[in-house]
């Protein structure tokens, strides 16, 4: 597996920050960042169903495995060198109905904390 | 010389050969398994490979100095050996600790450089993938 693409969402300023920021992240795998439900998403991923895609972050590995949600999360972790250990502790059995929870809050209330950070347009 | 003397003298020849000898195992046994842990990449695992040896070295050449001190006087031949038993038992037994200690880093640093590439999670689903147009 040598690149991830990340669905994202870019209305979402909180997103957009977490895009800026892992921009600058050392990798171990490369990370390829595409609006999620863009023409250019269907375009590359025409099966896929864009409508979910804009509920929560998803990742897809080059050979067409989805990760969604807070799988995905721990997916963008993995790719990052300083994280990859922390990817495996989240997602390690004790912790990974925490990590589950904790991620899809934030997905879920992403535009009310962007606002709240002073994040949106 | 005194036998107090010959005693000290006859425990850091012995301490010492013991040291130097289980250094140079570790270093030459060593480097294989850090040479996988690093990918194939010689020159990171020779130097990691030489560090951790200076690094066991250390430790027991500072425990040798500092349990020299026999803190009675001897006086016989018999002493001289019961002492000297006691000493390099002792090292023996801190040079036995610090390479069983070597061997479970080099097994666990060689276990999750293997594990770790394995994605945390596995997948949710299957998409096909549109190939970039030529």
């Known amino acids: 597996m040598l690149s991830l693409t990340v669905l994202y969402d ?20 490369e990370l390829n960042f595409v609006p999620c439900a863009s023409d250019e998403a269907r375009r590359r991923y025409p099966q896929l169903n864009h409508d979910l ?31 990859r250990d922390w990817s495996y502790r989240l997602a390690a059995p004790e912790l990974l109905p925490t990590t ?19 994040l949106s347009n | 010389m005194t036998i107090g003397l ?49 690094g066991f070295y250390l430790i027991n050449f500072g425990y040798v100095s500092l349990v020299l001190n026999l803190g009675y006087t001897i006086e016989t031949a018999e002493q001289s050996v019961e002492a000297l038993s006691v ?7 801190v040079l036995g600790g610090m390479h069983l200690f070597n061997l479970f880093v080099f097994s666990r640093m060689r276990r ?21 147009a030529a």
């Open chain 2, 87 to 93: 000493k390099i038992g002792m090292v023996l037994l």
């Open chain 2, 6 to 54: 010959s005693t000290y003298l006859i425990y850091l020849a012995i301490s010492i050969a013991l040291t130097i000898w289980v250094g140079r195992t570790l270093h030459k046994n060593g480097r294989v398994f850090l040479v996988d842990v690093f990918h194939g990449n010689e020159a990171l695992a020779d130097s990691v490979n030489h560090l951790l040896v200076v």
């Open chain 1, 100 to 118: 589950k929870r904790v991620v899809s809050a934030i997905s879920q209330n992403r535009y009310q904390i962007s606002r709240a950070a002073g």
């Open chain 2, 112 to 132: 999750r450089a293997h594990t770790h590439q394995q994605p945390p999670v596995g997948p949710d689903a299957f998409t096909t993938v549109q190939q970039e």
């Open chain 1, 10 to 29: 870019i209305e979402c300023g909180l997103c957009r920050r977490a895009h800026e920021w892992l921009a600058d992240q050392l990798k171990l795998v």
């Open chain 1, 53 to 83: 895609t804009k509920q929560d972050l998803t990742v897809i590995t080059e050979d067409g495995w989805v990760y969604f949600g807070p799988k995905a999360w721990l997916m963008v972790l993995w790719a990052l060198a300083r994280y």
